[in-house]
């Protein structure tokens, strides 16, 4: 299944190795839309290692995360055996979590840690989700073969909502196909840097 989708000539696949801590969108492009966006820049202002899929328009091809095998990829496969930890960009809708912003994965001080950072640094509409039983199942990130729970100290999954990478303004997605970039966009990418930036094996 991956291996079809990265054979595809609309689909980039995208490793840039640097520090042991990653940042991943594997849904980027024309099909979780600015979720490659934000995790590119958070890895380059903080020097982490970068993992995307982007699909180009008009290919919205979902795969599950667990499919994301790091045996039928070779820049998987480098980039889940260089880093220790790794946050994963997501984007999700469901009617009645329009402003919920999801922290999964199977690294719970990092979640925590990434929450208190979005707490205080993004607009307050936003809600920040935490704890897991608050997460609806199928979001929560806990499969031991989704990627972000393969480094050594797995890793916390974002699940963005619409509003979250919505340019209001220009009445498109943000950062996509011209489109300016929407202010709470460049408020996640400034808190979400701030937040690998200050992690520590102690933290929070």
């Known amino acids: 299944m991956l291996r079809d989708l990265l054979a595809r000539p609309e689909v980039t696949e995208v490793c840039e190795l640097r520090s042991t801590f990653g940042v991943m969108a594997f849904h ?6 600015c979720t490659d966006v934000i995790a590119t820049e958070v890895a380059a202002r903080t020097d982490a290692s970068l993992y995307t899929v982007v699909q180009a328009p008009p290919l919205r091809q979902h795969i599950p995360s667990t499919a994301f095998d790091p045996d039928h990829s070779e820049a998987l496969a480098g980039f889940v055996g260089h880093v220790d930890i790794v946050i994963a960009i997501h984007g ?20 925590t840690h990434v929450g208190d950072h979005l707490r205080g640094g993004i607009d307050e509409r936003f809600g920040i989700v935490d704890r897991l039983d ?8 806990q499969h031991p073969a989704n990627p972000v729970n393969l480094p050594s100290q797995a890793g916390v999954q974002i699940e963005l909502p619409p ?14 196909l ?10 996640l990418i400034d808190v979400l840097s701030a937040a690998v930036d200050s992690w520590s094996p102690a933290a929070p």
């Open 178 to 187: 011209g489109t300016g970039r929407a202010p709470q966009v460049e408020q």
């Open 134 to 141: 608050d997460i609806p199942k199928g979001l929560r990130g």
């Open 28 to 33: 980027g492009g024309n099909l979780e839309r």
């Open 163 to 176: 509003t979250s990478r919505w340019n209001r303004d220009e009445a498109e997605w943000s950062d996509w």
């Open 92 to 111: 999700y809708g469901r009617q009645d979590r329009f402003w919920d912003l999801l922290l999964g994965g199977r690294n719970r001080a990092l979640a």
